[in-house]
């Protein structure tokens, strides 16, 4: 082969290299493998605070009636709960019973509070690390979506990222107030 040959040769080659459909599907690839590192992938609420660290909590002190009783399945935030309400199994409708661990990932809900009229967002955390409460099971679906929208859906057990995926109640966290969409 001549000098002549050599220098075509690479120069198509590189050619190639650069413009070929692997080429482009390598790089696309690490596009996306690095945007999804970067970005989140669940877009679901995050249960960090105790509700009594956030402002928007109504007081519900003084209330009567089964609205206002987290035992019972009308209690008002329960209006997209599906699950074993905590506060029949030792724990609150915010605090998850003792020997149980909070499950961050969570699905959320618009219930609204008839002691002031206003729409609160409801965090539903599970409570896992035991067994089913079997208390309380509570099922209503306002505003319940299906399942392969995540956050918004109640029918799934959300005990993941925590040490046992074994399901025992769930929570209704107020984490704000719901803003009106225009
Ligand atoms: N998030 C309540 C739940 C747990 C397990 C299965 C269905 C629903």
Redesign the pocket.
């Known amino acids: 082969m001549n000098w002549l040959d050599r220098i075509t040769e690479g120069s198509t080659r590189k050619v190639a290299r650069l413009s070929s459909r692997r080429s482009f599907l390598t790089r696309l690839g690490t596009v996306v493998a690095g945007t999804a590192a970067a970005v989140p992938l669940l877009p679901v609420a995050r249960g960090n605070a105790p509700e009594e660290s956030r402002a928007a909590a109504p007081d519900e002190s003084g209330m009567n009636g089964e609205e206002f009783d987290p035992k019972s399945c009308a209690y008002w935030r329960h209006c997209s709960i ?2 074993f309400a905590c506060s029949c199994c030792g724990g609150t409708q915010s605090t998850c019973p003792p020997g149980t661990e909070l499950a961050r990932m969570t ?1 959320l809900g618009t219930c609204r509070n008839p002691g002031d009229n206003v729409d609160y967002i409801i965090s ?1 955390n ?1 409570c896992c690390g035991k067994g089913s409460c079997g208390r309380c099971l509570c099922n209503r679906n306002e505003g319940d979506r299906p399942m392969w929208m995540p956050p918004k859906n ?6 993941q990222g925590v040490t046992s995926q074994s ?1 025992h109640c ?1 929570i209704a966290a107020v984490v704000g107030v719901a803003v009106a969409d225009d």
């Open positions: 599906d699950g699905w539903y599970d109640n029918d799934t057990n959300w005990c399901y769930t």
